[in-house]
């Protein structure tokens, strides 16, 4: 399992596509923290940031585009191995609970040590470094990427997986949000099926998503083990 998470964390560091993102989210971090650490106090408070205005630019990213990033570089954590028939290779080696954990946790500590990064460059601005915010974006990574790896298992296929997983962070966002928002019964209800809920309750609400992801990843690993690889 350890031999898989630290692969698929050396691959995504050796990505170029990874590399480029990793530069756009320490450079929009640290410049969204410069000028806000900059700005009128009156005009915080009216765009309405929070207690902690400067984690602004880390929170824009992850809530907004996370999913979007993660499904562009990890859309085929599965499905790349099974049509490069290695996964035939590992299932011999190891359980595919084991696969499909070391493939999650090794994206995972990719976007902690990118996280704890963006969150450093903050604080040389802000001379504070956000422990819960930080928590809150890797409890919510943890739920986008189990979801990816969910998708990663059902379209056999990377073409398929990117297409949905594209289309699927474009317009989750904005259904969550209008779920979250809406005095629909019926609406409102979705919300509960959304990691955006859990982290926009705050406080210790977000680890729900934490139990977000193992649900998803327990419904992976179900559904890998019934494939025929």
């Known amino acids: 399992m350890w031999a898989i998470c630290l692969n698929e964390f050396k691959s995504l ?35 309405g940031l929070g207690d902690n205005p400067n984690e602004a630019g880390i929170a824009v990213i992850v809530f907004l585009f996370g999913f979007l990033i993660i499904s562009g570089l990890s859309h085929d954590m599965i499905n790349r ?11 011999t080696k190891t359980s595919h609970t084991k696969i499909i954990v070391g493939k999650f946790l ?7 040590i990118c996280m704890t990064a963006s969150f450093l460059l903050v604080m ?3 001379r504070t ?11 919510f990574l943890a739920a986008a990427i189990a979801l990816n790896l969910l998708f990663s298992v059902i379209f056999s296929k990377p073409a398929m997986s990117i297409f949905f997983g594209i289309v699927f962070a474009l317009f989750f966002p904005a ?22 809920y859990y ?12 139990i977000y992801a193992l649900a998803v990843l327990f419904g992976a690993i179900v559904l890998f083990k019934r494939r025929d690889l």
């Open 124 to 126: 040389m601005v802000s």
């Open 106 to 112: 090794g994206v995972w500590l990719f976007w902690i």
């Open 81 to 91: 191995e099974v049509n490069s028939r290695t996964i035939r290779f590992l299932v």
């Open 13 to 47: 560091f050796k990505s170029i596509k990874s590399i480029i993102i990793m530069i756009i989210i320490f450079w929009v971090s640290y410049k969204v923290a410069e000028l806000i650490e900059n700005a009128p106090a009156d005009l915080i408070r009216d765009l």
């Open 175 to 196: 259904l969550s949000f209008w779920a979250i928002n809406s005095e629909n019964v019926m609406i409102s209800s979705f919300k509960y099926v959304t990691p955006y």
């Open 199 to 210: 982290a926009d309750l705050g406080s210790y609400f977000i680890l729900i998503d934490l």
């Open 129 to 139: 470094f956000f422990w819960f915010g930080a928590v809150e974006c890797m409890a």
